[in-house]
T-cell receptor
Framework: NAGVMQNPRHLVRRRGQEARLRCSPMKGHSHVYWYRQLPEEGLKFMVYLQKENIIDESGMPKERFSAEFPKEGPSILRIQQVVRGDSAAYFC??????????FGPGTRLLVL | GESVGLHLPTLSVQEGDNSIINCAYSNSASDYFIWYKQESGKGPQFIIDIRSNMDKRQGQRVTVLLNKTVKHLSLQIAATQPGDSAVYFCAENNAGNMLTFGGGTRLMVKP
């Protein structure tokens, strides 16, 4: 049973470009969460999605950030017009319900 | 509470000793708690969880203790091994399904 998969593992973008981060949840999990982690800090919640629905986006910046979890395919976290402050590790987690969240390996975004 | 980006507190133990990692949580309404282990360059790995109707739960070499009166959580690792070296985070889950993470503790195991 494959775990949560994320790609790319590393992503380099120049300021002003777009970043697209993908997450495939564990088989049978319909709940997806995105978190962001700065060095030496804990993870900070961004958004919680179920298939085709955003349930809670209270941790996501109102501008430039968006997330989706379509009926088919992976969940996507999209960051438009990236700035240096967006550099961080972005983790996706999945769960079958309100239970333990299992994390993927993360995408490390570096904005030059 | 919110992490402010300070260096992580570090616990250094000798191989074979027991380790105790502590965590204070913020929300008295939280009903589910999880300990995660994070190795360098990897995602958080589930270790053990506990619900608020319990005060102790044991796994293989790990024990989690929950004190709701003082909003305190601890993780005990028996016979610590070099492979246990990592950053450990506690996380609380309240009604909204999101996890709120503590600031983390770095465990270093000396051979």
């Amino acid at each position: 049973n494959a775990g949560v998969m994320q790609n790319p593992r590393h992503l380099v973008r120049r300021r002003g470009q777009e970043a697209r981060l993908r997450c495939s949840p564990m088989k049978g999990h319909s709940h997806v969460y995105w978190y962001r982690q700065l060095p030496e800090e804990g993870l900070k919640f961004m958004v919680y999605l179920q298939k085709e629905n955003i349930i809670d986006e209270s941790g996501m910046p109102k501008e430039r950030f968006s997330a989706e979890f379509p009926k088919e395919g992976p969940s996507i976290l999209r960051i438009q017009q990236v700035v240096r402050g967006d550099s961080a590790a972005y983790f996706c987690a999945s769960s079958p319900g309100k239970e333990t969240q299992y994390f993927g390996p993360g995408t490390r975004l570096l904005v030059l | 509470g919110e992490s402010v980006g300070l260096h992580l507190p570090t616990l250094s133990v000798q191989e074979g000793d027991n380790s105790i990692i502590n965590c204070a949580y913020s929300n008295s309404a939280s009903d589910y708690f999880i300990w995660y282990k994070q190795e360098s360059g990897k995602g958080p790995q589930f270790i053990i969880d506990i619900r608020s109707n319990m005060d102790k739960r044991q796994g293989q070499r790990v024990t989690v203790l929950l004190n709701k009166t003082v909003k305190h959580l601890s993780l005990q690792i028996a016979a610590t091994q070099p492979g246990d070296s990592a950053v450990y985070f506690c996380a609380e889950n309240n009604a909204g399904n999101m996890l709120t993470f503590g600031g983390g503790t770095r465990l270093m195991v000396k051979p």
